[in-house]
C-alpha cells in the first residue's frame, strides 16, 4: 500500500472540497447569514489539503487498484468528516456523530436525516447539506465506471463489453478524460432540470437544491414536506423524468449525446429498468385509484413519483406513503433492493444483477424440463461469461448477509422489527425515508448513536458496492 502517495491523493481531494465549500457561502452572503461555520470549514479543510498534498506529493503518481479502493473508500470517509463540519460547528445538531449521519447520509446520495426541523436552517447550510448530495453523485459515476471493473464486481465488465464509450478499464491515462465527459453531461443535464424547475416557481436557490437531490438520486430537500410543499404537478413531473434520466447509466447518455440516438434501445440493463418503472406505476395507480384518490391523474402522478423515486433510490416523496395500501408500501421495499442502472448515481444491487440472476434462475428451470440441453445465459445477443455470474452471486449473498446482520443489530438497540428491517435497506439502498418509525414523515434522530453508526457503514458499503470496502478487511489486501 502507497500511503504517501494516498495522503497526497486525499489532500488534493480536501483542496477540491473546500473549493466547493464557496457557493454555500455566496447563498449565505446573499441572505446575510452568519457566515462563520461555512468560512471556518473552508479554511480547515483547505489547510489540512493543502498540508496532506504538500509534505506527501510524490513524483510517482501511478495507483496500482489496491491504492484505488483505499483511496475511494478513505475518500468517502474523509470528505463525510469535513463535510460534516459546517454542521458541527455552527451547533445545527445536537452532536458529531448526528452531524457526520448527515454528512455521510449527503455524500452518499442516501438522503436519510437526522434534521426534526428542515426550513429553520440557513440557506447556506441548507446549500451545503444538498451540494454534498451532487458533488457525491457525480463522484460515484466516475468510480463505477472507472474504478469497478478492476474489481470483477459483475454488472459493471458486461456493461463494459457491451457498451463501449466512456468506460475507462484503467485508473490511468483514461480516467481524466473520462471524468471529464461525465461531469459536462452532468452538469448540462442539472442546468435544464435547475431551469425547468425555476420555470415552475423554484427560485434559484430551491432549484439548485432540488437538481442536486435529483440527479445525485439522493433526496434532500429544502423543504420538510420534500417535494409535496410545493403542490404542483409540473415540478413532480420535471423531476420524475430526471429522476429516471439520473437513474440510467450515464454512459447511455453519452452516447445519445454523442449522435447515437439507438443507444437506450440497443441496451438490455435499460429496457429492463423502464420495464420494471412503467409496470410498477400502472399497478400503483391503478391501486392508489381505487383506495387513495378521487381522480386518475393524481393516482398516476403520485403513484410514479412514488416509484421512480424509491426505484431510482432518490428518496423524494409528495405524500406520505406509509398511509397507503399495505401491498404498495411492500412493494415499494422490493423496489428498494432493485435500485437503478449500473453507472448511475442510483443504488441499490441494481438491475443489471436482478436481470442476469432472473435470467439464471429461469434457466435452470428450464434444464430441469430438459436435463441434457445446453442453455447459454445471454444478455441480449451476448453471452455471460461463467466469473460475472459468480461475481454477481457473490455480490448478492454478501449484500444479504450483511443486511441481515445489520437488521438483527439494530433489532438488539430495542428498535421494532420495521423500523430495524426498513432503516438498513432504506441506508444500504441509499434511498433515505422507509417505513416505520423513520417512515416519510419521519427521520433518523431517534436512532441511538451505536444504531447510527451501523447505519453510517450501510451507506457507505452500499453506496460503494459492497466489495470496495469489505476487501480492506481482508488481510491479503495489506500484503505486498
Known amino acids: 500500500m502507497q500511503l504517501?502517495?494516498?495522503?497526497?491523493?486525499?489532500?488534493?481531494?480536501?483542496?477540491?472540497?473546500?473549493?466547493?465549500?464557496?457557493?454555500?457561502?455566496?447563498?449565505?452572503?446573499?441572505?446575510?447569514?452568519?457566515?462563520?461555520?461555512?468560512?471556518?470549514?473552508f479554511l480547515i479543510t483547505l489547510v489540512v489539503g493543502l498540508l496532506l498534498f504538500l509534505f506527501f506529493r510524490s513524483p510517482k503518481r501511478e495507483l496500482r487498484i489496491r491504492d484505488g479502493f483505499a483511496l475511494v473508500t478513505l475518500g468517502w470517509i474523509t470528505s463525510a468528516f469535513f463535510g460534516a463540519l459546517p454542521f458541527y460547528l455552527g451547533h445545527f445538531f445536537p452532536s458529531f456523530v448526528d452531524s457526520y449521519f448527515e454528512a455521510m447520509s449527503g455524500f452518499t446520495t442516501t438522503g436519510a436525516s437526522v434534521l426534526t426541523e428542515i426550513e429553520h436552517l440557513p440557506k447556506g447550510i441548507l446549500f451545503w447539506r444538498s451540494l454534498?448530495?451532487?458533488?457525491?453523485?457525480?463522484?460515484?459515476?466516475?468510480?463505477?465506471?472507472?474504478?469497478?471493473?478492476?474489481?470483477?464486481?459483475?454488472?459493471?465488465?458486461?456493461?463494459?463489453?457491451?457498451?463501449?464509450?466512456?468506460?475507462?478499464?484503467?485508473?490511468?491515462?483514461?480516467?481524466a478524460e473520462t471524468a471529464k465527459t461525465l461531469w459536462k453531461i452532468y452538469i448540462l443535464i442539472s442546468g435544464v432540470e435547475a431551469f425547468l424547475l425555476m420555470l415552475g416557481g423554484m427560485n434559484l436557490f430551491e432549484a439548485l437544491c432540488h437538481t442536486f437531490g435529483t440527479m445525485a438520486t439522493g433526496g434532500f430537500s429544502t423543504k420538510n414536506t420534500s417535494i409535496g410543499s410545493y403542490n404542483s404537478a409540473f415540478i413532480d413531473w420535471v423531476i420524475i423524468i430526471f429522476m429516471v434520466v439520473a437513474g440510467a447509466n450515464f454512459s447511455l447518455h453519452y452516447r445519445f449525446l454523442t449522435g447515437k440516438f439507438k443507444s437506450y434501445f440497443n441496451n438490455t440493463e435499460f429496457k429492463f429498468y423502464i420495464a420494471v418503472i412503467v409496470v410498477s406505476i400502472v399497478i400503483f395507480t391503478i391501486i392508489l385509484?381505487?383506495?387513495?384518490?378521487?381522480?386518475?391523474?393524481?393516482?398516476?402522478?403520485?403513484?410514479?413519483?412514488?416509484?421512480?423515486?424509491?426505484?431510482?433510490?432518490?428518496?423524494?416523496?409528495?405524500?406520505?406513503?406509509?398511509?397507503?395500501?399495505?401491498?404498495?408500501?411492500?412493494?415499494?421495499?422490493?423496489?428498494?433492493?432493485?435500485?437503478?442502472?449500473?453507472?448511475?448515481?442510483?443504488?441499490?444491487?441494481?438491475?443489471?444483477?436482478?436481470?442476469?440472476?432472473?435470467?439464471?434462475?429461469?434457466?435452470?428451470?428450464?434444464?430441469?424440463?430438459?436435463?441434457?440441453?445446453?442453455?447459454?445465459?445471454?444478455?441480449?445477443?451476448?453471452?455471460?461469461?461463467?466469473?460475472?455470474?459468480?461475481?454477481?452471486?457473490?455480490?448478492?449473498?454478501l449484500f444479504m448477509f450483511i443486511f441481515v446482520l445489520a437488521s438483527l443489530a439494530m433489532t438488539l438497540l430495542g428498535l421494532d422489527i420495521?423500523?430495524?428491517?426498513?432503516?438498513?435497506?432504506?441506508?444500504?439502498?441509499?434511498?433515505?425515508?422507509?417505513?416505520?418509525?423513520?417512515?416519510?414523515?419521519?427521520?433518523?434522530?431517534?436512532?441511538?448513536?451505536?444504531?447510527?453508526?451501523?447505519?453510517?457503514?450501510?451507506?457507505?458499503?452500499?453506496?460503494?458496492?459492497?466489495?470496495?470496502?469489505?476487501?480492506?478487511?481482508?488481510?491479503?489486501f495489506w500484503k505486498k
Open 4 to 41: 504517501r502517495l494516498l495522503l497526497g491523493f486525499l489532500g488534493i481531494l480536501l483542496i477540491f472540497l473546500s473549493l466547493f465549500m464557496l457557493f454555500p457561502l455566496f447563498f449565505a452572503f446573499y441572505y446575510k447569514e452568519d457566515i462563520t461555520p461555512l468560512s471556518t470549514s
Open 132 to 175: 454534498t448530495h451532487w458533488l457525491g453523485g457525480m463522484g460515484i459515476i466516475v468510480f463505477s465506471l472507472a474504478l469497478l471493473p478492476l474489481l470483477g464486481v459483475g454488472g459493471m465488465q458486461l456493461f463494459k463489453a457491451e457498451s463501449p464509450g466512456p468506460v475507462a478499464d484503467k485508473i490511468k491515462p483514461r480516467i
Open 289 to 397: 385509484r381505487l383506495h387513495i384518490y378521487d381522480n386518475i391523474f393524481s393516482a398516476l402522478r403520485h403513484g410514479a413519483f412514488q416509484v421512480c423515486s424509491i426505484m431510482t433510490t432518490t428518496g423524494y416523496t409528495t405524500a406520505n406513503f406509509e398511509k397507503w395500501p399495505y401491498f404498495t408500501q411492500f412493494f415499494l421495499v422490493i423496489l428498494m433492493f432493485i435500485g437503478g442502472s449500473a453507472g448511475s448515481t442510483g443504488g441499490g444491487i441494481k438491475c443489471i444483477r436482478i436481470y442476469i440472476l432472473l435470467k439464471h434462475g429461469y434457466r435452470e428451470l428450464l434444464k430441469l424440463v430438459h436435463p441434457k440441453a445446453v442453455i447459454s445465459l445471454k444478455m441480449g445477443k451476448k453471452a455471460i461469461p461463467y466469473d460475472i455470474l459468480q461475481s454477481i452471486w457473490g455480490f448478492f449473498f
Open 418 to 476: 420495521i423500523t430495524s428491517f426498513v432503516s438498513v435497506a432504506a441506508t444500504i439502498n441509499n434511498i433515505g425515508p422507509g417505513l416505520g418509525t423513520v417512515g416519510p414523515a419521519e427521520n433518523y434522530a431517534h436512532i441511538p448513536v451505536i444504531g447510527k453508526w451501523i447505519l453510517i457503514f450501510c451507506m457507505l458499503v452500499g453506496r460503494l458496492e459492497l466489495y470496495t470496502v469489505i476487501v480492506m478487511f481482508i488481510p491479503e
